[in-house]
């Protein structure tokens, strides 16, 4: 703003408030970005002339960017990068909305009744607004179990997941799982939550169910295509989808009328009705998949302006204000921090990331498979070589993370690709090298209730 490299144009007909972010943006220097983060503050307006003097351009924003105790404000700065430089909804450019499809949970919403939906009075954004999610905030989900608040949480049903290794806490996770008085599971192999569940499900591979594979929003290809089985299930397992229809008619009642589809095909033709795409003209026409026009994706605010109640996108939001919320992004120092929490850094004195991804893997799955298995077949953790030197660590070593939560053990990974004085450990491995024992799954963003998964301390040390 400062340099005057902003989209003028846009910003003048499409947004609001931008007088008062120029004056709050004043005081956020460079300069104070690389005193909280280390990143020298050259190399910041580098890359920041760099976004703003290229067109298009486009953010695309990865699970870190939420997974903090500010990560709705981190969120929110990406969009207003690309709201400062025009670039949404143009070609290239950051998309706002997926085009041509109707959400099929939306209709389940009249089901819950007068139900309350948990975490509507604590993460109230979703649940205000004008907005229609309707789903529980998953930061809650353990209490409802262990504390019975704002109700009892009985059942689980459990698909495409696995939260003994994903979520975080996981001796709380594991506690509240025994608790339950009833649980069920739905995977194509057995995992770690399988251990807590009445009743195992079989469930088959993607190469035995047919699925609609969608590339919208900020990702920039607006694409579909539906991915086709290369056989038919095996022995009693079925997809999730069809679990669920079938369900769903078992229970009876209005679900019938919310849950009207018999098959993952006539499910999937109601998903793309507004497109006026159905499954068998994917497979017949397009069997490699289908690129929307972008006469239906590019500009749309242009005719029908932006979600908002002045129908432009708002740099200072008076229906956050309303709500309790700060109208703009403010930073906050992570709750455990070598800053906010100065005492705890002197035990514990290595900063934690978790969630680093391994190729090989997808989260908890793959571990299976001996040809990736091979390729990357222990957990480990990456630091730094003068992290490692300090702590007299060589690459390959087994050694073990600690904070006050909990205690893992891995090996170490020495590498340049990483800041002196952090440690990031690999994502989806179970047992004494599950992260997630070193985590706590509160507190949480406030506003929208995403886990801690990267504000921790932690020490380190090699393992006899």
């Known amino acids: 703003i400062s340099e005057n490299l902003y989209d003028k144009e846009f910003i003048e007909k499409w947004t609001t408030g931008f007088d008062k972010l120029a004056e709050r943006v004043k005081s956020c220097t460079p300069e104070e970005a690389e005193r909280i983060t280390g990143v020298p503050a050259e190399d910041i307006r580098k890359a920041a002339r760099t976004f703003a003097t290229t067109k298009p351009a486009c953010v695309i924003g990865g699970m870190k960017l939420e997974q903090t105790t500010s990560g709705w404000g981190s969120t929110q700065c990406v969009v207003m990068l690309h709201l400062l430089t025009g670039n949404i909804d143009v070609p290239g450019g950051a998309l706002v909305k997926m085009a041509g499809v109707k959400e099929i949970p939306y209709r ?137 229809l079938k369900l769903a008619r078992l229970m009876g009642g209005d679900f019938d009328q919310y849950v009207p589809w018999k098959t993952d095909e006539e499910a999937m033709d109601y998903f793309l009705s507004p497109s006026g795409l159905t499954t068998r003209y994917l497979t017949q026409e397009h069997p490699t998949g289908i690129v929307t026009g972008p006469d239906e994706i590019l500009f749309d605010y242009r005719k029908h302006g932006f979600g908002t109640p002045s129908g432009k996108a708002e740099f200072y939001s008076q229906t956050l204000l309303d709500m309790g919320i700060e109208p703009w992004p403010e930073y906050k120092e992570p709750p455990e921090s070598p800053i906010s929490t100065p005492e705890v850094f002197k035990e514990y004195p290595v900063i ?23 390729r990357n077949p222990e957990p480990t953790a990456e630091l730094h070589r003068d992290t490692a030197a300090w702590y007299g660590i060589a690459d390959g070593d087994p050694i073990f993370i600690e904070t006050r939560r909990g205690r893992i053990e891995t090996r170490a990974m020495v590498t340049e690709n990483i800041l002196p004085g952090v440690i990031a450990t690999h994502h989806g491995w179970g047992g004494k090298a599950n992260e997630n024992l070193l985590v706590d799954d509160m507190p949480c963003d406030p506003i929208g209730g995403y886990p801690p998964l990267a504000n921790q301390l932690c020490r380190i040390g090699k393992l006899a």
């Open 108 to 244: 389940l919403k009249k089901l819950m009744g007068d139900v309350k939906v948990v975490g509507a009075d604590r993460f109230p954004i979703y649940h205000k607004a004008g907005m229609t999610f309707h789903e529980g905030c998953m930061p809650n989900w353990a209490d409802l179990v262990l504390k019975g608040e704002p109700y009892k949480l009985k059942m689980l049903m459990v698909s495409g997941s696995n939260p003994v290794v994903s979520w975080p806490n996981t001796n709380k996770t594991v506690k509240a799982l025994e608790q339950l008085e009833f649980m069920v599971v739905m995977d194509a192999f057995w995992q770690p939550t399988c251990d807590y569940a009445d009743i195992v499900l079989p469930a088959c591979t993607f190469m035995e169910r047919i699925a609609l594979c969608c590339i919208y929003e900020g990702h920039n290809v607006p694409a579909v295509m539906l991915r086709r089985p290369a056989i038919e299930p095996l022995y009693e397992s079925m997809s999730d989808a069809s679990f669920w």
């Open 352 to 374: 934690l990331l978790t969630g680093m991804r391994q190729i090989e893997y997808w989260h908890s799955q793959q571990r299976h498979c001996p040809t990736l298995r091979r």
